[in-house]
């Protein structure tokens, strides 16, 4: 019929999560509740276990519930992905370099150690086979990446410990899931093949990633920056990504390894800041999805009827992997707090468990009512990751008589940010150094940038104007940030921008000549310099001693000409008092 609304199930699918996006982030932050909790409820509402088991008696439910749960298991996948690709730019591989005692040591021994441990428990309670118990404790003893780290970050104390632990879980991927292939009854010893053909082979393509990565990402983003398309920079950024997750995954190692790996190179550049601002959104809603599809399949009714199974399954998996944690941290000398925080942040099964409980299944190591009955325990375990992590902080200030250390970047020298990296930006960088000064400078011009760190200057690849650029380089510890850059529109909306999100902050601007002073100043800048004056007083002065006409005469009367223009900027520009034109030691005199 004319006018009838059809929509394909992708559009719909699509629509309601959208539509979930919108309402759950603001609601939920409105209450300073993480939305992760927020999707996975809106999974449980619209996936087939809730709203969507009623479409066929109520039609119109078809537009507000998801009609193929399946159909975004790819989507949800990317966002684990994405996910992986801003640890990497988060990370650095000097940083990772760092961590690698944390890594195969700390992360190693809780995957083998709860892995071991409650496989044996499995073994002997549940009266399972050695193969089954060992699919299943292994899978149990991960822990999600995709929920722990959004909220521990990585540089904090706790941080730390949950992405050494994660990232061996990550690395450990793979060689469980080829192990659970050669345990299978029909496996015979093609699948201890498998192991070794994919480990030499993603070794390789690892390797090739590595030196290809390092000598073509930065020309590739240079290209990318120069055409100054925020359009071509994401294609540039996604298609690093996607390819090296395929490389990946083409011999066998799984795709976050690859986009690993990727940011990883990237944040080698200087274009990191820039790719994580401009992937930061799709990452979010990839990321949503995936938490979706983890409420999607949560069956309600089932959890009813086994609910006293279901909740002592969950309990003990929680308080065993939280003491595990717990303790291993205590040995390698992290505070009480720390440890009580990660040992509970830590204490959930994962996406990957759900992943290894699949390959576990299809290989017939696991029945598939074993596997139907962990993937709805983990399903809830994922759901309360975020409550496990309130309660961690809550008990980690209690056991602590001390404050725990906050993020690392707050132990950081706070630096002034020079935006801008032409002649002015270097010469403040340069008296920033005579004095002893911290100092990084930010530009959106490639050439520049690469220049400037040739010469020496700390520099950074990055669009102020664009997102919260600033904010990531440290605007809000800042002790200043200087505005160099000779475009006047630009210049003010980002001195109003600063201005409203940092009232303290110092802003000190270039400005033209006295009338784009007076916007400045308007705008929210703490001292607005223009240039075309200064420049014009002491072409004044020069000539006019040079002519024989006496030093004092000459610079009172510079002083006085300062003085009205003083006046009229503050007239103009709505100020309070008469603004500095110049250093305390020259203006002194005026």
Known sequence: MAGELTLSPFLSDALVILGAAGIVIPVFARFRITPIIGFILIGVAVGPFGLGSLVERIPWLYYITISDPEALTP????????????????????????????????????VLISGSALALFMGLAGAMDTAAALALGFALAFSSTAIVLPISGTRS??????????????????????????????????????????????????????????????????????????????????????????????????????????????????????????????????????????GMSINLAEIAEQIGAITLAVVGVVVFKALVTGVLLRLMGARRGTAAETGLLMASPSETTLIVLAAATSALVLDAETARFWQTVTAIGLTITPLLAKLGA?????????????????????????????????????????????????????????????DGYRATFGDAARGDTLSRLGAERAPAVVLTM?????????????????????????????????????????????????????????????????????????????DEFREQLERDGGLSEKPKLRTSSSASGA
């Open 486 to 562: 000779d475009e006047p529109v630009l210049a003010q909306r980002l001195v109003a921008k600063l201005r409203q999100t940092y009232p303290d902050l110092l802003i000190v601007a270039r400005a033209r000549d006295t009338d784009h002073a007076a916007a400045m100043y308007r705008a929210g800048a703490s001292h607005a310099v223009p240039e075309t004056l200064e420049s014009s007083l002491q072409l004044s002065e020069a000539v006019l001693v040079d002519i024989g006409v006496a030093m004092g005469p000459v610079i009172a009367s510079i002083h006085a000409k300062r």
């Open 394 to 454: 809550v008990i980690a200030r209690r056991v602590d008589s001390v404050a725990l250390a906050q993020n690392d970047d707050d132990s950081e020298e706070a630096r002034t940010i020079i935006v801008g990296g032409g002649r002015v930006g270097r010469l403040i960088a340069d008296m920033m150094q005579t004095h002893g000064k911290s100092y990084v400078m930010i530009d959106s011009n490639p050439d520049l940038i690469a220049a400037a760190k040739r």
């Open 157 to 294: 104390p706790v941080g730390r410990a949950a992405l050494s632990m994660l990232l061996f879980e990550d690395i450990m991927i793979v060689p469980i899931i080829f192990v659970l292939g050669a345990l299978a009854p029909n496996a015979a010893d093609e699948g201890w093949g498998g192991i070794i053909q994919t480990l030499w082979q993603g070794g390789l393509v690892i390797a090739v990633l590595l030196v290809v990565g390092r000598f073509a990402l930065p020309r590739l983003f240079a290209q990318a920056a120069r055409t100054k398309s925020p359009e071509l920079f994401l294609a540039a950024s996604l298609l690093v990504v996607i390819g090296a997750s395929l490389a990946t995954a083409l011999v066998g190692l799984s795709p976050i390894v690859g986009a690993l790996i990727a940011g990883l190179l990237i944040a080698e550049t200087e274009y990191h800041t820039e790719v994580e601002l401009i992937m930061e959104p799709f990452k979010g809603l990839a990321l949503g999805v995936f938490l979706i599809t983890v």
């Open 75 to 110: 989507f949800a996948d990317f966002g684990i992905v994405l996910l992986l690709f801003a640890i990497g730019l988060e990370l650095s591989f000097n940083r990772l370099w760092t961590m690698r005692k944390l890594v195969f040591g700390l992360g190693a021994l809780e």
